[in-house]
T-cell receptor, first 116, second 110 residues
Framework: EAGVAQSPRYKIIEKRQSVAFWCNPISGHATLYWYQQILGQGPKLLIQ????????DSQLPKDRFSAERLKGVDSTLKIQPAKLEDSAVYLC??????????????FGSGTRLTVV | LAKTTQPISMDSYEGQEVNITCSHNNIATNDYITWYQQFPSQGPRFIIQGYKTKVTNEVASLFIPADRKSSTLSLPRVSLSDTAVYYCLVVGDSSYKLIFGSGTRLLVRP
């Protein structure tokens, strides 16, 4: 079974520029999550999708962050414009509707963003 | 969701058993306890989950006392490759939302 795919692996941009991250979840996983992990901290949930609908985006800074999951499969997370404090690893995870208690979430390796 | 408290860091040596205890005093009746492991430059990886008593898989054991206000992750005979951050999380049965704390940084020495 293929894992959660994320790209790019690394990205360096200047502040006020825009950036987009892509995630392809495990096939058949209805739920998709984006997390932000700042160095030395645990991951912080940004947004949760169920199929192509948003379940929870309460922690998403909507003035600069946006996310979409068209057709209920892959997803993109965008930052526009980026700030220095957005430097972090952006993790995508997916989980099945059933048996989440058995299998948990599956995370990708993340995209490391550096804003200079 | 119940807040969890776990040690910031732990040191061990190869071949030893490591026990990481997590407290979750406000755990609700329908909440589960789950543990994730994270290596540098990787996303967290699901290790084990339980509701009460003891759960064991090929990676670890999870001990949960009757009052469920704490839990202990046990890693038998650790190796250098077990050096990682270990997160204890309490998840609701219906929402199943993972809210991470800072985790425990385990360093295994030769």
């Amino acid at each position: 079974e293929a894992g959660v795919a994320q790209s790019p692996r690394y990205k360096i941009i200047e502040k006020r520029q825009s950036v987009a991250f892509w995630c392809n979840p495990i096939s058949g996983h209805a739920t998709l999550y984006w997390y932000q992990q700042i160095l030395g901290q645990g991951p912080k949930l940004l947004i949760q999708f169920q199929n192509n609908g948003v379940v929870d985006d309460s922690q998403l800074p909507k003035d600069r962050f946006s996310a979409e999951r068209l057709k209920g499969v892959d997803s993109t997370l965008k930052i526009q414009p980026a700030k220095l404090e957005d430097s972090a690893v952006y993790l995508c995870a997916s989980s099945p509707d059933r048996d989440r208690r058995i299998y948990g979430y599956t995370f990708g390796s993340g995209t490391r963003l550096t804003v200079v | 969701l119940a807040k969890t408290t776990q040690p910031i860091s732990m040191d061990s040596y190869e071949g030893q058993e490591v026990n990481i205890t997590c407290s979750h005093n406000n755990i609700a009746t329908n909440d589960y306890i789950t543990w994730y492991q994270q290596f540098p430059s990787q996303g967290p990886r699901f290790i084990i989950q339980g509701y009460k008593t003891k759960v064991t898989n090929e990676v670890a054991s999870l001990f949960i006392p009757a009052d469920r206000k704490s839990s202990t992750l046990s890693l038998p005979r650790v190796s250098l490759s077990d050096t990682a951050v270990y997160y204890c999380l309490v998840v609701g049965d219906s929402s199943y939302k993972l809210i991470f704390g800072s985790g425990t940084r385990l360093l295994v020495r030769p």
